[in-house]
């Protein structure tokens, strides 16, 4: 897959020649500090001042290579949850979902994650593949925390995360070598080919991995687990008139890990396109019209493990097709020199199925399932901006109104070389869904009040409408006849910023009806259900302060989640939800200068959380370390020494029902250089 897409970018790269020179690169999120500013290479139009009334986090120090990863950097962010602890070089790639404000553990992700406005979440389980963005080389993260954003495409219930891409002017390579023999290297050359602008981004990474088994534990058959990974983008931009340009993005990864014994191997490879024509007129009528397509190919073994981990046999092989479509139109009309209004359209169509093998004898499979669907979403949304004033009163209201529909889902189970056992066939089915958000700021000098109410949605994936699966002895059937999940909730917040201190302050709470869990039957027995509703209130609480040439960071989350339950999922009564923790923050201190010498320290915390529905099974708490320190010696070279979870800290990540606790990453070094030219 590799040298088809540097073939291809090869091919492309001559198309770029009839662009013009100047380029217009596009701010992703605005307010009074230039500092905050992310500039970006994305085909987005420049949101309007309403996206500045609901609590909106940047993250813009996203230096690629040398380790870093893209989700351990969302973790610095109180209150963003990610379904499990460890990140993507050892967590099994179906359970790394991500959601905001404690409504629930699920491995889809509640809050709806796009890059350059383009839906992230895997077709078919709806989580999220992070090692997919080594292929590209991003400027800047947005954060917009809280359900409604309906301009942003449905499945906002928790937030949004939105990453941006940004494109290289020149070349920029780093490779890295780390514990446990780790490698990374990555790569971006670009800039102007005579009127136009390319960019081919690249990373590979390697390393023998940890045991992901907790010492004291492990047995005969436990092993390091080692992990593969790699991606390569290309993107082109031209410009076709004064206020006009064409963007297009190629780019695929391939992700190879390791589970840690016999048969767990993993593999997950993905292509993604995206074609989109962009109108900008800085004060005129704007519009942007998009197009794209994902396809995934998602392959796994599950082993089952002997008491005293002395043996193991194969369980079950998975491998899962599946394709995500969609298109976009966007219209912004001037009205008084401004674009307050936001109208457009979306269109969202995903379709996979997983193909098993399981009830091993020996090595050999006794049993074949194939089960699947398709889903469509088609919307449509307007928001309206008051003004921008820096004082005064800035009010928004967006809303949107989705038809969804459910293609016949299916599912068959039949014995290899054998009769048909299961051959179920699942009505489609239809409904309406409308989703909003209303918000308020009032503004005087530094200081500033918010207030926001909102009301969002998320369709059930096609993994959990059909997919039954198992873990050790635990069983989860599936279920076709999920409702979609529906959330109700509001804020209000306060914000300083004078110099350079800012504080910011927010109360929350919502109202989550129908959330999908899985739900305990009977012992080693589970099903996904419908929950009557998970409550969730708290306060999310940051404060920055620059320091002469560093800056530094505080956040912190206070969660308190609730489920709401009855019927045969009364026992989850007033407890809390699976993978959420009531406390959770952290504490970071950046350099900010362009100076010889520079670096970071961050120390996270995360509270304890359950892993199973009935909070049997307790994860505990944990404070890690990272930091790093660099040395920029010339212009083009610089070097850099950095470590992960430097207090070697047992960071539990899952608990079997057996007791077998399965860690995060443990003490990690890296050393390596960075070159630009």
Same mark, same amino acid.
């Given at each position: ?513 129908? @959330? &999908? ?6 012992? =080693? +027995? ?6 009557? *509703? #998970?409550? $969730?209130? !708290? ?96 212009? @083009? &070279? ?6 992960? =979870? +430097? ?6 990540? *899952? #608990?079997? $029902?057996? !007791? ?18």
């Amino acid at each position: 897959m590799i040298r088809l897409l540097t073939g291809t970018a090869l091919l492309a790269m001559p198309a770029a020649a009839a662009a013009q020179d100047e380029l217009v690169r596009v701010e992703v999120c605005c307010s009074r500090d230039p500092a905050e500013i992310i500039v970006t290479g994305s085909g987005a139009l420049t949101p309007p001042a309403g996206d500045a009334i609901g609590q909106r986090v940047l993250i813009g120090d996203l230096e690629p290579g040398l380790g870093a990863r893209i989700e351990n950097r969302l973790r610095d962010e109180a209150g963003i949850v990610q379904f499990r602890r460890s990140d993507g070089r050892s967590a099994h790639p179906t359970s790394q979902g991500v959601t905001l404000r404690g409504l629930g553990g699920n491995a889809s992700a509640r809050a709806l994650v796009t890059l350059d406005g383009v839906p992230q979440a895997d077709p078919f389980g709806g989580w999220v593949a992070w090692s997919a963005y080594d292929a590209i080389r991003l400027g800047g993260i947005a954060v917009a925390r809280g359900g409604g954003s309906g301009a942003d495409g449905p499945g906002a219930l928790a937030g949004t995360i939105g990453l941006y891409s940004e494109m290289t002017d020149g070349a920029e390579a780093s490779l890295a070598y780390g514990s446990r023999d780790s490698r990374d290297a990555s790569a971006s050359v670009g800039g102007r080919i005579g009127k136009g602008e390319v960019a081919l981004d690249g990373r590979y990474s390697r390393g023998d991995g940890f045991m992901p088994v907790a010492s004291g534990q492990r047995g005969s058959v436990d092993r390091a687990a080692a992990y593969e990974q790699g991606g390569l983008g290309l993107r082109l931009r031209f410009d076709v008139g004064d206020a006009s340009r064409i963007e297009a993005s190629l780019r695929g990864f391939s992700d190879h890990r390791d589970r840690g014994t016999d048969f767990t191997q993993s593999k997950f490879d993905g292509i993604d396109a995206s074609l989109r024509f962009v109108h900008d007129l800085r004060y005129g009528t704007q519009w942007l019209a998009l197009a794209y397509v994902q396809l995934r190919d998602f392959e796994s073994g599950f082993a089952s493990v002997a008491a005293g981990r002395n043996s193991v046999a194969p369980a079950l092989f998975q491998r899962v097709p599946a394709t995500g479509l969609g298109a976009r139109f966007e219209l912004r009309p001037a009205i008084d020199g401004a674009n307050p209004l936001r109208v457009g359209a979306d269109w969202r169509r995903t379709t996979g199925r997983t193909e098993e093998d399981f009830f091993f004898s020996g090595t050999i499979p006794g049993r074949h399932r194939i089960a699947g669907g398709s889903s469509d979403t088609v919307g449509a949304f307007a928001e309206w901006t008051s003004g921008d004033d820096d004082d005064g009163f800035l009010w928004t209201l967006s809303g949107r109104l989705d038809r969804w529909s459910l293609g016949e889902g299916y599912r068959l189970e039949r014995n290899i070389g054998g009769p048909v056992i299961t051959n179920l066939r699942f009505a489609s089915r239809q409904g309406w869904e409308g989703s909003g958000r209303a918000g308020v700021r009032w503004s005087s000098g530094d200081f500033a009040l918010r207030a926001a109410g909102y009301r969002g949605w998320r369709l059930p994936t096609l993994n959990e409408l059909y997919r039954p699966f198992r873990v050790g002895a635990e069983v989860t059937t599936a279920n076709e006849a999920l409702k979609p999940e529906r959330l109700w909730g509001g804020e209000a917040g306060a914000d300083w910023n004078s110099g350079g201190t800012k504080l910011s302050a927010t109360i929350f709470a919502n109202h989550l009806t129908n @959330a &999908i869990a899985n739900v305990t039957l009977a012992p =080693n +027995l589970n099903q996904r259900q419908n929950l009557d *509703a #998970i409550d $969730s209130k !708290g306060v999310e609480v940051s404060a920055e302060q620059r320091i002469g040439v560093a800056t530094l960071r505080a956040t912190w989350a206070y969660t308190d989640a609730r489920v709401d339950a009855a019927g045969r999922a009364a026992a989850l009564d007033g407890r809390r939800p699976a993978q959420i923790a009531k406390h959770g923050g952290s504490i970071s201190l950046r350099s900010n200068a362009n100076g010889p010498f520079g670096g970071f320290a961050t120390l996270r915390y995360v509270g304890k959380q359950n892993e199973d529905d009935l909070g049997l099974l307790r994860l505990d708490d944990a404070l890690t370390l990272d930091a790093g320190l660099s040395w920029r010696f010339s212009d @083009a &070279i610089s070097i850099e020494a950095r470590g992960e =979870n +430097l207090f070697d800290e047992l960071v539990p990540a *899952a #608990i079997s $029902s057996s !007791g077998i606790v399965e860690r995060a990453t443990p003490r990690t070094l890296w050393v390596g250089a960075r070159l630009s030219f």
